[in-house]
């Protein structure tokens, strides 16, 4: 990419596409195209399709998609399965169409077997049963690293797919029961410091190992990936495995000690109380990041100072 290259950011407003725009113009890029829901939906291909016909992006980088929790997958399963397969295809065929050189498209580290070897590397997909309680969601985003792959090999693209670990950053939804662990966290645990409550439930045992990076880090190596030249320094680009890159930052904590880091920051005073009752999901996920340290790029905000940064900005969010 050069800074007048023509980028196209789908899903502008959420959390990896509110950093891609803040990232690309801190770097210096000065030709991208966002649209929100209202002005281009990306359910609906005739519309997917006269946009790329209009505009002619040079690059795309595909971060819309319908995200959420353990709740939010398990209460909506076939929204999760209809909705990313739509867009992932309304986006990707009409890249191709429109000579697209390189689009960049944004799966998930649930694509990857529930009980696999950690860390996890890139190879082992598919290589076993998934995590039921995002298995729609999973499947989806298998099928978008799969289609990019196929357009690659038939059309001689160099579409290229990135999974990143559990993400999270000032622009995450806060909602209770949509929202991912760590914002949810924040929030439950400020409302109860503002009522003075006793405790607060956190779901499942705490057991579970989690990566986490914040969304910043996430948008600064995606744009690193899309400005190196050495890609084929790691033979991304073969007949024999797909195209995909994980993203993370290479270690984990325990939910029960994410828990307690997120006490510390907001000042809660009482108790964290964890319900067994509810699911854990898997137990460990770590990312393995060979190829991306291969390729130069490594995390910079540490997990405590995101935290910081992500509760500053909800109490700002709530005028405080």
């Known amino acids: 990419m050069n800074k007048l290259s023509k980028i196209y950011i789908a899903g502008h407003k959420g959390l990896v596409g509110s950093a891609l725009i803040r990232q690309l113009i801190a770097r210096g890029y000065t030709n991208i195209i966002a649209r929100t829901h209202t002005e281009l939906d990306l359910l609906d291909k005739d519309k ?71 860390p996890i590397k890139e190879e082992y997909l598919l290589t076993g049963p998934l995590e039921a309680t995002n298995r729609p969601y999973a499947l989806a985003k298998i099928a978008g690293i799969e289609m990019i792959w196929s357009y690659n090999r038939q059309y001689q693209t160099r579409y290229l797919a990135v999974m990143p670990t559990n993400l999270y950053g000032p622009e995450d939804s806060f909602d209770l029961q949509n ?67 994980n993203i993370g930052s290479g270690t984990d904590i325990s939910i029960e000690d994410l828990a307690n880091q997120i ?26 990041v060979t190829r991306l340290k291969l390729l130069g790029w490594k995390y910079k905000v540490d997990l405590k100072t995101g935290i910081e940064m992500t509760y500053k900005q909800y109490l700002r969010s709530l005028g405080q």
């Not at 006490?263 to 964290?272: L, P, Q, V, Y």
Request: proline share 5%.
């Open 179 to 245: 929202s991912h662990v760590l914002p949810a966290l924040i929030r439950k645990m400020h409302e109860a410091k503002i009522i003075n409550a006793k405790e607060v439930v956190v779901w499942g045992t705490g057991k579970p190992m989690r990566e986490f990076l914040i969304n910043d880090d996430m948008a600064d190596a995606c744009i690193h990936l899309l400005e190196s030249a050495n890609l084929e320094d790691i033979n991304i680009f073969n007949e024999t495995s797909p195209p995909l890159v």
């Open 48 to 118: 997917v399709s006269a946009f790329f016909k209009k505009e002619k992006p040079e690059y795309v980088i595909l971060a819309a998609a319908k995200v959420g929790g353990i709740y939010a997958n398990n209460t909506y399963p076939a929204e999760f399965i209809y909705q990313n397969l739509e867009i992932q295809n309304n986006v990707i065929h009409n890249a191709y169409l429109n000579n697209v050189k390189q689009l960049l498209f944004l799966g998930s580290s649930c694509i990857y077997p529930r009980d696999c070897p950690q």
């Open 263 to 288: 006490k510390i920051a907001i000042g809660f005073a009482g108790n964290i109380v964890f319900d067994s009752a509810k699911p854990d999901g898997t137990m460990k996920k770590l990312l393995d």
